[in-house]
């Protein structure tokens, strides 16, 4: 274990200062709305769906921090609740879709065939799709069986982004199986299965984390839109888009407060994991770390194939 936080060290030491800024900013925004979730029944001074005893359309004041709506929702109250629902929704769509796509990018990248491409076939049609599009036919389909709520949308969401992981992690796979290494382990009898999970997953797994964050920032956008267009969760839950869409009539008649503060709060929680996974990339990208490359060598990497450090892990040499 020490041997990994020395090298995690190590790492974060010969990044550019500008990537540990990026990941810092990053973090810290991440962190204010992963603390508003975590204790939003503490923080918020009223219910996500109370209404007895608010006013009508306040505009902010010390006693309604963000001002209240036309349905007499506190605003403020509504915000941090959906921080909760954002993580819930967002979290377990990117952790359904990565535990799909990355053993079939797995397979299909070790095992080649008329596998490989009966899978990069389909996920390229699902990919060339529209992804709001293909969230809300995903969502309407789930209706029936699911019930609409986070399971649903989750699930719907998760759609999108299968794709996004099988591809990467087939190509990266695609080059690590013709390294030495894995072709020692089969060559000493090492099974499909053990030289996938020993040798190839943990040299392919780095790439993860950037698109779990980017993919957990557009899941953000893509959770407003379905809630904007009706397709997200059940009402009265506290969601964005859906808030800011019960709130265009409000914006029109001069009650700006009511769309403002959730399109706040979308923009600064996609931010923050935005500036997490672009500076998880810069750490984690060998080309990018080079400091011939932020000198100005550019142009001598452009034909470089930008891949992960492939390290030999659990039975490779090290």
């Known amino acids: 274990m020490s041997g990994r936080w020395q090298k995690l060290k190590a790492l974060w030491a010969s990044a550019h200062p500008t990537a540990r800024h990026i990941i810092v900013a990053g973090a810290v925004i991440t962190l204010v709305f992963v603390v508003l979730a975590l204790f939003a029944p503490l923080l918020a001074p009223y219910g996500e769906a109370q209404f007895q005893g ?11 921090l963000f001002g209240t709506t036309n349905l007499r929702y506190d605003v403020f109250s509504r915000v941090i609740f959906g921080a909760r629902l954002a993580f819930e929704v967002v979290v377990l769509s990117t952790v359904v879709a990565m535990f799909i796509g990355v053993p079939l990018g797995l397979v299909a990248g070790y095992s080649g065939g008329r ?13 060339a799709f529209p992804s709001l599009l293909l969230a809300i036919v995903a969502a309407f389909a789930l209706r029936r069986w699911v019930g609409q709520g986070v399971p649903a949308a989750a699930l719907s969401i998760s759609v999108i982004y299968v794709p996004q992981y099988f591809r990467v992690v087939r190509n990266h796979t695609l080059s690590v199986r013709e390294e030495t290494f894995v072709e020692a382990a089969r060559a000493l009898g090492a099974s499909r299965s053990t030289t996938i999970a020993r ?6 797994i ?15 956008l893509t959770l407003a839109a379905l809630g904007f267009l009706g397709y997200g969760v059940h009402v009265p839950s506290a969601e964005w888009g859906y808030d800011i869409s019960k709130a265009i009539s409000d914006a029109a008649s001069g009650f700006w407060w009511t769309s403002l503060f959730p399109g706040l709060a979308i923009l ?15 750490l984690v990208n060998p080309l990018l770390r080079r400091r011939g490359f932020r000198r100005g060598a550019a142009g001598r990497h452009a034909a470089t194939t930008v891949l992960p450090d492939v390290v030999p892990v659990e039975g490779g040499t090290e």
Do not use: C, K
């Not at 780095?206 to 953000?220: E, G, M």
């Not at 923050?272 to 998880?280: H, K």
């Open 199 to 204: 040798y190839i997953f943990p040299n392919v």
């Open 206 to 220: 780095q790439s993860v984390p950037v698109i779990f964050t980017l993919n957990a920032a557009d899941a953000i």
């Open 115 to 127: 596998l490989d491409r009966a899978l990069v076939m389909v996920t390229d049609a699902m990919y």
């Open 54 to 64: 608010i006013p009508q359309l306040q505009p902010p004041s010390a006693r309604h």
């Open 268 to 282: 600064g929680l996609t931010t923050g994991l935005t500036l997490l996974g672009e500076g998880i990339n810069d």
